[in-house]
């Protein structure tokens, strides 16, 4: 009963707080700031917008073949076909409940190519290991290049008693959890570590992996492309064309955030966008528009691969 409740409040919760952003900005705008918006959708040079959808779709091609570098140096086969369905359909779980989508793909591969759960999972939670850090690297290089504006839009927005604070207690956490877990007799924890073993395995492939340069450069290709189709994505509307590669990065990382700790960014994307593009002189109707049209067509990408995914999946390994 509690897990039910757990599952729906993860659905309910992001997507009423989506709901609330987006009611809470369009009862700010006037009658013509809305048809403004409706106007920049209208004029919107799709060419792009496509264009973007399509750099997405490769990202996704990659992320997909790098993935057998990992179960190889485990001694897993899973094809190429079975591994871009399997991401996809993850991308499309996790617009429900957060996170999901990495329990499926381990699912997925388990069933199909009878790759041990915990071990497919600890790829997985390698490869989000290493989106974090490319993700940190964003964050620091928006910092070095729009420090004034990355100041502005979050720094004086919060304490910085308050940053100290959770500083202190995130190390404090961090500490206590390493030495309860190396030290520590409790059946509790001797169960834990036996049930992550083979997550450790996982996880440490793409340390020993033989092909870790072709991994590595393959994650180049995989956030390069982020950055692509976020700019191709600019230049759908002409006030958002002219953006510098500072602010284009700087609004990436704000929008990624948004996607990272919510379902897909539903709300929080066009809100955030458009609040981090008003430091570069772009109206908030605007940034508004540029949000929703990058956020929708992608989150179209993940809806119509996923159910392809799901559909072809069976199909194609009906043997």
């Given at each position: 009963m509690k897990n039910h409740l757990s599952k729906w409040l993860s659905i309910v919760i992001p997507i009423a707080l989506g709901i609330g952003i987006i009611a809470y900005q369009y009862n700010k705008f006037t009658e013509a700031q809305i048809s403004e918006i409706e106007g920049y959708f209208k004029n919107a040079n799709y060419y792009y917008v496509i264009l973007a959808v399509f750099i997405g779709f490769v990202g996704n091609a990659i992320r997909a073949y790098r993935w057998k570098y990992m179960l190889d140096h485990l001694g897993y086969e899973s094809s190429f076909a079975n591994n871009f369905m399997a991401v996809n359909i993850g991308y499309l779980l996790n617009l429900t409940v957060p996170k999901s989508g990495e329990i499926s793909r381990a699912v997925i591969v388990k069933k199909y190519n009878n790759i041990p759960f915990d071990k497919g999972f600890g790829t997985i939670v390698a490869e989000r290991i290493i989106d974090m850090f490319f993700l940190l690297f964003f964050m620091l290089l928006a910092v070095v290049l729009q420090f004034n504006i990355v100041k502005a839009f979050i720094l004086d927005k919060m304490p910085l008693h308050l940053i100290a604070i959770l500083l202190i207690a995130g190390t404090i956490g961090f500490i206590a959890f390493i030495l309860i877990y190396r030290y520590s007799k409790l059946k509790i924890v001797t169960l834990f570590k036996e049930k992550i073993s083979g997550l450790k395995e996982g996880l440490l492939s793409?340390?020993?992996?033989?092909?870790?340069?072709?991994?590595?450069?393959?994650?180049?290709?995989?956030?390069?492309?982020?950055?692509?189709?976020?700019?191709?994505?600019?230049?759908?509307?002409?006030?958002?064309?002219?953006?510098?590669?500072?602010?284009?990065?700087?609004?990436?990382?704000?929008?990624?955030?948004?996607?990272?700790?919510?379902?897909?960014?539903?709300?929080a994307y066009p809100f955030l966008t458009s609040k981090v593009l008003l430091f570069y002189a772009i109206a908030e109707p605007i940034g508004t528009a540029f949000g929703w049209i990058i956020w929708t067509s992608?989150?179209?990408?993940?809806?119509?691969?996923?159910?392809?995914?799901?559909?072809?999946l069976p199909i194609l390994n009906r043997k």
């Open positions: 793409v340390v020993h992996m033989k092909e870790k340069w072709k991994y590595f450069f393959q994650t180049l290709l995989i956030w390069g492309s982020y950055i692509l189709t976020y700019f191709v994505a600019t230049k759908a509307i002409p006030e958002t064309s002219v953006l510098t590669i500072g602010a284009i990065i700087t609004s990436f990382v704000v929008g990624s955030i948004a996607i990272a700790f919510t379902n897909s960014g539903f709300g992608q989150m179209l990408l993940v809806l119509i691969l996923g159910l392809l995914s799901f559909l072809f």
